[in-house]
């Protein structure tokens, strides 16, 4: 019979939707270990495996002949797996692009409301209870209608940024990307980043990670920035060269930051998490019930199709 290893617990859809096949469920929520992956790859003939299972390529070399056809990687990025490695090994992997746009977006709008209306500074005040009550200049902040916000990289989830800018809130957008693209609305391509980010009030990033985008945002991304500006990373932590962000928020050489990820994610630095110019959630992108329902058939259907010898949906 077919084995299948799910590395994280399902819920019952999953469950119901994998009846026949011979299924290992993971209890644990946390990362997979060495031993770990190399069982899955030995011994399992798919595996669904998601951020944090670290399947490089020495995880790879050291399981002669894997019997997995296919890791079925639950979220959109799948940096965390040496693709290329996978490949030489005789194993797929995919992905579940779709599912996390709108909720990903959704994130990037409560990053960017919750920065520039200064809302996790005014929720910690009313928590401690020293709030005085209201008062005209009290956590003045910066109103988004009609700025201008720059997108960097314009996917599926940097449009869907975009669309939400400019029909929510009449923004004027502004993107980055390799090319310009054919858009329902109306957004200026800029083919320099310092250039972009020097332009605009909110600097969204919203590339996939990988080594091209290692510290793509960077000192010298930063300083371009105008001292209003305002940062909004809901893409991979590693994008942002973390320490260049702090040393700019703690001298105020920009407005603030909202952050979803991290780059040495869980691990937060105590002076970022000490910085009141920083909103910081735990990596909330797809982080509804609805969608992360979706996210798991889709990684199901793509599981399926690869250990009965079909290309999945999601191929990478």
Known sequence: MTKLFIARPAPPEVHAALEGYDVTYRTASTPLSVQEMQTALRDYDGVLPTLGDQFSADIFTSVDTPRCKILANFGVGYNHIDVDAARRAGVQVSNTPGAVTDATADIAMTLMLMTARRAGE???????????????????????????????????????????????FEMNVKYYSRSAKTLSFTAEHVDDLRVLAASVDVLVV????????????????????QP????????????????????????????GAGLDVYEFEPNVP?????????????????????????????????????????EPPNLV
């Open 270 to 310: 105590e002076a970022l998490r000490a910085l009141d110019n920083a909103v910081l959630l735990p990596h909330l992108g797809t982080s509804s019930r609805e969608v992360r329902v979706d996210m798991w058939m889709m990684a199901v259907e793509n599981l399926k199709a690869g250990v009965e010898g079909a």
């Open 122 to 168: 005014g929720e910690r005040l009313v928590r401690s209870g020293n709030w005085a009550g209201w008062e005209p200049s009290q956590l003045l902040g910066m109103h988004l209608t009609g700025k201008t916000v720059g997108i960097v990289g314009m996917g599926r989830i940097g449009q869907a940024v975009a669309r939400r800018c400019h029909f929510g």
């Open 228 to 255: 209003h500006g305002l940062l909004v990373n809901i893409a991979r932590g590693n994008i942002v060269d973390e320490a260049a962000l702090i040393e700019a928020l703690q001298n105020n050489t920009i407005g």
């Open 206 to 225: 919203a590339v996939p990670g990988g080594d091209d985008t290692h510290h793509l945002i960077n000192a010298e991304i930063l300083a371009a920035m």
